[in-house]
């Protein structure tokens, strides 16, 4: 059951760098040709969701050197897939994950105004089916914004040109 709770946790994070790497293309030319470029980015989402979940076994809590190898990563990304500064990736990335963790961080807080510390204890403390489901609810939610955002941007960008 840990294999199925472990694919799970590389799932929310691939998916968590696809959405990062969904703001950048809405933002930054690319460096590639379309085929190339969804190739590469989904090379590099899964290399770095595998160091997430590395990382998360180590402390499943919100750790820095997990927020720490997720900026860098995602940077490094960022500048391989697309043409800009490292700086413009960086932050972008470090917007980025302060988003995640806040809704992380908002859901919990909600939890707990609706008496649910227990689950919380389990969903920050174990690969449990409890936390499966808050991964599913938090990265369904975390796509929709993302989608929104990135429609946002084309759309300021359309009326800019």
């Given at each position: 059951m840990i294999g199925v709770h472990?694919?799970?946790e590389w799932l929310a994070a691939f998916i968590e760098s696809i959405l990062y790497f969904k703001i950048v293309s809405v933002i930054f030319e690319t460096q590639f040709s379309k085929k190339k470029q969804i190739k590469f980015g989904l090379f590099l989402s899964a290399f770095?969701?595998?160091g997430i979940v590395m990382?998360?076994?180590v402390d499943l809590s919100i750790s820095l050197p997990t927020l720490g190898y997720a900026a860098i990563s995602y940077t490094l990304g960022g500048k391989i897939?697309?043409?800009g500064r490292f700086s413009e990736f960086l932050l972008i990335a470090i917007g980025y994950i302060a988003f995640l963790t806040g809704m992380d961080m908002g859901t919990v807080f909600l939890m707990t105004?609706?008496?649910m510390t227990s689950v919380i204890e389990i969903v920050l403390s174990d690969f449990g089916i409890e936390r499966i489901i808050f991964i599913v609810f938090i990265k369904l939610v975390e796509c929709l914004l993302v989608c929104l955002f990135c429609e946002i941007i084309k759309k300021r960008r359309r009326k800019e040109k």
């Open positions: 472990i694919i799970a770095i969701a595998i990382l998360n076994m897939l697309y043409r105004k609706l008496g």
